[in-house]
């Protein structure tokens, strides 16, 4: 909104018209966020703890998780609420890919806040019953593959990016929506599982979405798309504002949730922020490339499937718990340790995925 604002007071000032730029805007954005998590964390911490809603422990899980047993969850209301303002403020709200985001944002957010509402407020250790939350994930999913499929203008919008290879680009055609709603439900639900420990599942996210930031504002700039051959879209500038918003609004989230954590994001937190990353990685043409930066995501994801399938089929299992962040806890190491490792893995591998931009 403030950007309007602007445009119309730099008649009267030119100074006005540094807001046209994006990385202006991106860096306010970031700055918006954080301040606005830092400010209402505590608020919303005490609040939380005044409804008594606190997270729900397994009985099963690692004996030093029972301590957590109570702790405030449903704490991604602040992260959202974070980036909302922000990009409300700061980004361009005629942007069709910024509305989109802001849907997938909303809607993800409403699937895991009735998630968690289930089972911190009514008690219900199950929450949301498994099909109706994929049900609802796929809708979304669903409406947004549909759209950016139809109000696709340009072909690089419908094409897919192969690292590595600057000439594979294969159009997509009808493939795009099954793709895109794979990459939105899929990395929705992968940081979704890798939300179990204090500051594990933000830390990635923070970095992946950094890079994309990176990578929206390389795409959306025609000079620096056609020397990296990746698409140009003009559209794409504009995520920078979404990226940024998410990484402060992450990394403000990150002082309350870092071990021992005050507060627990909950579903509302990582289903909104995984689908928002997908969506970030659809609208970029980059859906490989987070496969590769948000490999702990995979590697969670990957390890959950492991399980499931080789206890089903051979009646063993792989892992002493899934997914893998409990085992590496069950095996003896400090809950810091696990934690700092996989961010230092999800940074190895954010620098391999932005390296392929160049390597071509």
Same mark, same amino acid.
């Given at each position: 909104?403030?950007?309007?604002?602007?445009?119309?007071?730099?008649?009267?000032?030119?100074?006005?018209?540094?807001?046209?730029?994006?990385?202006?805007?991106?860096?306010?954005?970031?700055?918006t966020a954080l301040v606005f998590s830092l400010w209402w964390g505590p608020k919303l911490i005490e609040r939380l703890q005044l409804l008594q809603i606190g997270q729900v422990v397994r009985n099963d899980g690692p004996e030093s998780h029972f301590s957590k047993r109570g702790t405030p969850t449903m704490g991604g209301l602040l992260i959202l609420a974070g980036i909302f303002i922000s990009v409300l403020l700061w980004g361009d709200l005629s942007s069709r890919y910024v509305l989109v985001m802001l849907f997938v944002l909303a809607a993800f957010g409403a699937i895991g806040f009735l998630d968690d509402y289930l089972k911190v407020v009514k008690k219900?250790?199950?929450?949301?019953?498994?099909?109706?939350?994929?049900?609802?994930?796929?809708?979304?999913?669903?409406?947004?593959?549909?759209?950016?499929?139809?109000?696709?203008?340009?072909?690089?919008?419908?094409?897919?990016?192969?690292?590595?290879?600057?000439?594979?680009?294969?159009?997509?055609?009808?493939?795009?929506?099954?793709?895109?709603?794979?990459?939105?439900? +899929?990395?929705?639900?992968?940081?979704?599982?890798?939300?179990?420990?204090?500051?594990?599942?933000?830390?990635?996210?923070?970095?992946?979405?950094?890079?994309?930031?990176?990578?929206?504002?390389?795409?959306?700039?025609?000079?620096?798309?056609?020397?990296?051959?990746?698409?140009?879209?003009?559209?794409?500038?504009? *995520?920078?504002?979404?990226?940024?918003?998410?990484?402060?609004?992450?990394?403000?989230?990150?002082?309350?949730?870092?071990?021992?954590?005050?507060?627990?994001?909950?579903?509302?937190?990582?289903?909104?922020?995984?689908?928002?990353?997908?969506?970030?990685?659809?609208?970029?043409?980059?859906?490989?490339?987070?496969?590769?930066?948000?490999?702990?995501?995979?590697?969670?994801?990957?390890?959950?499937?492991?399980?499931?399938?080789?206890?089903?089929?051979?009646?063993?299992?792989?892992?002493?718990?899934?997914?893998?962040?409990?085992?590496?806890?069950?095996? +003896?190491?400090?809950?810091?340790?696990?934690?700092?490792?996989?961010?230092?893995?999800?940074?190895?591998?954010?620098?391999?995925?932005?390296?392929?931009?160049? *390597?071509?």
């Amino acid at each position: 909104m403030l950007v309007y604002l602007a445009e119309y007071l730099t008649q009267f000032y030119s100074g006005f018209n540094v807001f046209s730029y994006v990385t202006f805007r991106a860096i306010l954005g970031l700055l918006t966020a954080l301040v606005f998590s830092l400010w209402w964390g505590p608020k919303l911490i005490e609040r939380l703890q005044l409804l008594q809603i606190g997270q729900v422990v397994r009985n099963d899980g690692p004996e030093s998780h029972f301590s957590k047993r109570g702790t405030p969850t449903m704490g991604g209301l602040l992260i959202l609420a974070g980036i909302f303002i922000s990009v409300l403020l700061w980004g361009d709200l005629s942007s069709r890919y910024v509305l989109v985001m802001l849907f997938v944002l909303a809607a993800f957010g409403a699937i895991g806040f009735l998630d968690d509402y289930l089972k911190v407020v009514k008690k219900n250790s199950k929450g949301l019953i498994a099909r109706w939350k994929y049900a609802g994930q796929s809708i979304a999913a669903l409406v947004v593959a549909f759209y950016l499929y139809a109000s696709s203008a340009i072909p690089g919008e419908t094409q897919l990016v192969v690292p590595f290879f600057k000439d594979v680009m294969p159009q997509l055609g009808i493939v795009f929506i099954f793709l895109a709603y794979f990459t939105i439900v +899929g990395a929705s639900n992968a940081v979704n599982l890798t939300d179990g420990l204090d500051g594990l599942a933000i830390m990635p996210t923070v970095m992946v979405a950094g890079a994309f930031a990176l990578i929206a504002y390389l795409s959306g700039h025609a000079q620096f798309a056609n020397y990296l051959h990746i698409p140009h879209l003009p559209e794409a500038g504009e *995520l920078v504002i979404v990226c940024t918003a998410i990484v402060g609004a992450g990394l403000g989230f990150l002082w309350f949730n870092t071990y021992p954590a005050q507060v627990f994001m909950g579903d509302v937190g990582s289903l909104a922020l995984g689908a928002a990353l997908g969506t970030i990685a659809v609208l970029v043409r980059q859906e490989i490339l987070l496969i590769i930066m948000g490999g702990v995501f995979v590697m969670e994801t990957v390890s959950v499937i492991l399980q499931v399938g080789s206890y089903k089929l051979r009646g063993q299992r792989i892992f002493r718990m899934a997914p893998i962040h409990h085992h590496y806890e069950l095996k +003896g190491w400090p809950e810091p340790r696990v934690i700092v490792r996989f961010w230092i893995i999800s940074l190895f591998l954010v620098l391999l995925g932005l390296a392929t931009l160049k *390597l071509r």
